[in-house]
């Protein structure tokens, strides 16, 4: 029953026997094996875009903050939503690695920015000369921190705004997989189609042990960040075990495999818990995350039975009245089981 992140989970077969087969004999480092090559070539025919620069780190913040740096400079406004990835979770990785880039905050209903909003947020930025910050890109999360997917329409109406004023835009995919699966269209058409410049391809919360791509659909954004890379302690040396994690994360589509896996477990729990009396689901269930809310009572059966979760907001006391209602999320990775998920439900039932 462990529904704190789809990041607690193992990983994949598939992935350690790929690092098993790259532990044999020597590679060249920093990107140069010949793994990475079959990755580069993988990726630019999964996203239809034979030009694409390709390039992996090992973390989610890095993947972010690297391409962010890349395509915003120290002066700009980078433009997110109020509860994105970005704001809430990197702990001013994006301020640092831009050297000083402001995250300027736009609201929008389930995560997702209102274009609206957004237009107001744009107009009102760069309008002070040199007193003021200047426009910089959009970054979108994909899926949303409240598990939302944004459709490639409503990307190409964001990213159309965002283009009208100069702007790049930036999709950060830690749950990329998650978000396509769901929405059943290709990578090119939640991407490049829609007017993404820069994608943050997440493997770690899809079952890799860690590593993420970074994608720019224009490759002459390239050496800076290589540059970027280098110099913010991300380009590996024994860079051959990022790439076989990425291969075997590609081959066989394990990617969407897990993802699948993932939002059919979420789904189960999302429909248990709403033929849960008193139980109710907060938000659109469109990937792998739930937010819910239901009696302290079945909260503390849950956990102390094992359950693994996390209370949110995580102020919220397990000591108090039975019937009061406590609201928690729930994440479910790709080897999340019924059988743990049914367990799960009956303990929150009682």
Known sequence: MHFASDNTGPVPA?????????????????????????????????????????????????????????????????????????????????????????????????????????????AETGTKGVHGVQRGPLTITQATELGTVYTPDEIATLTGIARAHGMACHLDGARFANALVTLGCSPAEMTWKAGIDAVSFGGTKNGLMGVEAVIFFDPARAWEFELRRKRGAQLFSKHRYLSAQMAAYLENDLWLRNAVAANESASRLAEGLRAIPDAEVLYPVEANMIFAGWPRAGHRRAQEAGAQYYLWPFDQPLDGPGDEILTARLVCD????????DRFLSLVRG
């Open 334 to 341: 790709w080897s999340a089981s019924l059988e743990s998920t």
């Open 14 to 122: 598939e992935v350690l026997e790929a690092l098993a087969r790259a532990n044999e004999g020597y590679m060249m480092p920093y990107g140069a094996d010949p793994l990475m090559e079959g990755v580069k070539a993988k990726i630019r025919e999964v996203f239809e875009a034979p030009e694409a620069a390709v390039y992996l780190v090992a973390t989610g913040t890095g993947a972010n903050a690297l391409a962010l740096a890349t395509l915003a400079d120290p002066w700009q406004a980078i433009f997110c939503h109020r509860v994105a990835h970005v704001e809430e979770d990197e702990c001013g990785a994006p301020e640092f690695y831009t050297g000083g880039a402001k995250l300027t905050l736009v609201d929008g209903a389930g995560a997702k920015i209102d274009p609206a909003a957004l237009e107001t947020a744009i």
